[in-house]
């Protein structure tokens, strides 16, 4: 008869305690890119008929490009949209690099008044996309009887504002329908005119949109001058639209931890896509004969603007473009990363912040929905454990997912977690949570006071 005991040994069994991870896959890096082709006169028009570009994009299609052979192969070349879609997914890849994420998309306002590709692109994506850039012929402001140039309501900015609220909540309201935030970056004529007085620039850094950034600026080069003019004369009616340097600002924004400015000297010298700068508005004039801009046009170079200037005609009114500083060559850079806002929204970088917690922050408590939990007996109210229980999901999930991505440096100065014990779960069925974030700084001035002294 066998024994009834084993050999002797040591031996293990692995359990899984189903214990849920707080750290989530950040997409603050992934950008989406939209082209309005109705400047040229539509899809047709900007993609051409029975094209690979036209197959590829056909009815508003929604395409992820990781490369710049991806570009190729979704049938993207010099052709399409007269060059200027090459051009700003060149100039993205050439600052970002190759294997990121780009989704791109062609539509035409004419027949999307209300710029709902926004919306399409982000559900397409999954809802991951952090900020998305519209290349646009519509102009943010109207010319007055009396020269003044004003932004009205129903404008582009407006717009780009609404469907981001659709996507991410507006500020103050609780938000219901979506999940999704992001920012919008527009590159968009002032006016659709030959000259533009840039003492006349409408101000809107106060229209409160802090999901919206105005882009200003280009490269001042001729083939810049080629494709702004060739995309200008496509349509039966000549229009003023500048080529931009949204595919720049998206290059950026592609490996910017969400925390960081894109206007980071240290970080994102544009160097590799230009090496100067000018607006791209002024005093167009034409050389039709040659199919091009006469030399005594002026684009507005910004070396010809000094800093009281840029500061009181653009920065102050509310516009992100391209700067050079003294003393670094070749060199130019984004003046700011401002929304069209003052408050606690005013850059792109807390808002990239803000909404990455939320991402966060959300994904942590869903495991709770609908869960039972305890109150205490002597009241009905939240019990001191289901308080702290709480309390610990939001903080960990914040500690935990709150750093630049593959590193543990920290995107906020610090954060807190309220919850109200005195509530009564019992007839709401609802927990109310409030956490807050304090942002890192930012050292957009750097003031400097120099002199001699008889000794040190």
């Known amino acids: 008869m066998a024994t009834n005991t084993n050999l002797g040994g040591v031996f293990t069994t692995d359990i899984d305690g189903k214990r849920n991870s707080n750290v989530f896959l950040s997409t603050e890096n992934v950008v989406g890119l939209i ?30 490009l990781n490369t710049t052979k991806d570009v190729a192969e979704a049938g993207i070349d010099d052709t399409v949209l007269a060059g200027i879609a090459k051009y700003h997914l060149d100039s993205f890849f050439s600052l970002a690099g190759g294997t990121q994420r780009i989704f791109v998309s062609f539509m035409n306002s004419d027949e999307d008044p209300d710029f709902e590709a926004v919306e399409l692109m982000q559900l397409a994506s999954g809802g991951i996309i952090y900020q998305i850039g519209v290349w646009t012929g519509k ?21 780009l504002e609404t469907v981001a609220e659709v996507l991410g909540g507006k500020v103050g309201i609780t938000n219901y329908e979506g999940n999704a ?4 970056l ?38 810049v001058h080629e494709l702004m003019y060739a995309v200008n ?49 002024g005093n167009l004039v034409e050389d039709a004969e040659n199919k091009t801009y006469a030399a005594e046009s002026s684009f507005t170079n910004i070396k010809t603007l000094g800093y009281t200037k840029r500061n009181a005609y653009l920065h102050k009114n509310g516009y992100v473009f391209l700067v050079n500083y003294d003393g670094l060559e070749n060199s130019i850079f984004f003046s700011s990363d401002q929304t069209l806002s003052t408050g606690d929204y005013r850059s792109l970088a807390r808002c990239r912040v803000m909404h990455k917690s939320r991402r966060v922050v959300r994904r942590a408590l869903l495991p709770r929905v609908n869960s039972n939990v305890e109150v205490d007996i002597t009241s009905g109210k939240l019990s001191a454990s289901v ?21 543990a440096k920290p995107q906020v100065s610090g954060r807190t977690c309220t919850i109200d014990p005195d509530q009564n779960v019992l ?27 008889n000794s040190i």
């Open 186 to 223: 527009l590159s968009a004529p002032i006016l659709n005119e030959a000259v533009i007085d840039i003492k006349k620039l409408p101000d809107l850094s106060g229209l409160d949109m802090p999901k919206v950034t105005a882009l200003l600026g280009q490269a001042p080069t001729d083939t």
């Open 387 to 407: 308080v702290a229980e709480f309390q610990n999901i939001v903080i960990e999930a914040l500690d935990k997912n709150m750093v630049e991505p593959g590193t």
């Open 139 to 159: 102009p943010i402001a109207k010319k007055n009887k009396d020269g003044s140039y004003s932004v009205e309501a129903g404008n582009v900015c407006a717009k």
């Open 427 to 453: 007839d709401t069925d609802a927990i109310d949570i409030h956490y807050s974030l304090v942002p890192l700084g930012v050292t957009g001035e750097i003031k400097v006071t120099e002199g001699f002294s």
């Open 181 to 184: 935030p992001l920012n919008m």
């Open 35 to 64: 082209f309005d082709t109705s400047i040229v006169g539509g899809l047709d028009k900007a993609l051409g008929e029975d094209t690979l570009a036209a197959q590829t994009f056909a009815n508003g299609n929604v395409v992820e």
């Open 233 to 281: 004369h496509v349509a039966d009616t000549v229009s003023y639209v500048p080529v931009g340097c949204v595919g720049a600002a998206l290059g950026c924004l592609a490996v910017a931890p969400a925390n960081e400015s894109i206007a980071h000297v240290a970080s994102f010298n544009l160097a590799a896509v230009m090496q100067d700068a000018e607006l791209g508005f």
